[in-house]
């Protein structure tokens, strides 16, 4: 199993970030893939879930700023994030839903 998020960086409030997460060596057309992150001196956050129906779910932290999606004909997830804030800055990770594959992680900072 292989997850390697990119598309981190530094963006100022108000900005946005388009994060993706390319996956390999399991059947991710049937998998639920989740965002999660974490902050400076905090714990894991959950971000977001997109099940292999794409129905999504997020956190009340980023729902109507954030966007998950996946297209299956390349293995990839994404998250679109808008209106960013600082306090969204963290290290971005994504996960095999209920599983302890994730990704080594991207940054992202929101500041001015």
């Known amino acids: 199993v292989q997850l390697v998020e990119s598309g981190g960086g530094l963006v100022q409030p108000g900005g946005s970030l388009r994060l993706s997460c390319a996956a390999s060596?399991?059947?991710?057309?049937?998998?639920?893939m989740s965002w999660a992150r974490q902050a400076p001196g905090k714990e894991l956050e959950w971000v977001s879930d997109?099940?292999?129906?794409?129905?999504?779910y997020y956190a009340n932290s980023v729902k109507g700023r954030f966007t998950i999606s996946r297209d299956d004909a390349k293995n990839t997830m994404y998250l679109q994030m808008n209106s960013l804030k600082p306090e969204d800055t963290a290290v971005y990770y994504c996960?095999?839903?209920?599983?302890?594959?994730r990704g080594q992680g991207t940054q992202v900072t929101v500041s001015s």
């Open positions: 996960a095999i839903r209920g599983s302890s594959h």
């Open positions: 060596g399991f059947i991710f057309s049937t998998s639920t």
């Open positions: 997109i099940y292999s129906s794409h129905s999504t």
